[in-house]
């Protein structure tokens, strides 16, 4: 079993420019802010996008899995990831799931439940979104998700099931962008 308590997760996605090279370099920026070791990297996955404006192109989405050490606070940790996005590009006025360069997400930050409204944790949609369990789980899949008790290999296998009647969630694949 892996505890949470042990790690950070951030999930990565871009659908604007170069998704691919964007992910990449903001797996190098983190690591640059937060340290590179003990970092575990998900594949890059390609997905549909979610809840988007239509005509939105496919994403791109990873998760990277941080020691718990290597981060102050979980708003502090939020605020430098905010300055990445906005590092690359990303504009937060366009408005909800509208394409992005780059968007970074605060999944969990050890076991912390907060109810914060900016920075809600765990992240309080993570685990309905296949484009975020997929790669989280193939880091990290014993990790039990903080207040549900849920493995997050169970959590996949749930979303694959329940995706197969929902044509968004159900086209994900391993992308042929490499880190």
């Known amino acids: 079993m892996t505890r949470a308590s042990d790690w950070i997760l951030v999930a990565l996605g871009a659908n604007l420019g170069d998704p691919c090279r964007q992910l990449r370099e903001a797996r190098a920026e983190l690591e640059g802010r937060l340290g590179r070791s003990g970092v575990l990297a998900s594949s890059m996955w390609s997905s549909r996008p979610v809840d988007c404006p239509p005509g939105s192109p496919d994403f791109v989405n990873a998760v990277l899995a941080f ?55 765990p992240h309080p949609r993570a ?9 989280a789980a193939e880091v990290l899949p014993d990790l039990i998700w903080p207040g549900t008790g849920r493995r997050l290999s169970q959590v996949r296998e749930a979303l694959r099931k329940s995706s197969r009647e929902d044509p968004a969630q159900a086209d994900m694949a391993p992308s042929a962008g490499q880190w």
């Open 127 to 135: 685990l309905e979104r296949r484009f975020v369990v997929e790669p």
């Open 67 to 121: 020691p718990l050490t290597v981060a102050g606070s979980a708003r502090e940790l939020l605020s430098v990831l905010q300055e990445v996005e906005r590092a690359f590009g990303r504009n937060r006025d366009t408005g909800r799931n509208a394409p992005r360069t780059l968007d970074l997400d605060l999944l969990i930050y050890g076991d912390l439940l907060q109810s914060d409204p900016r920075c809600l944790l």
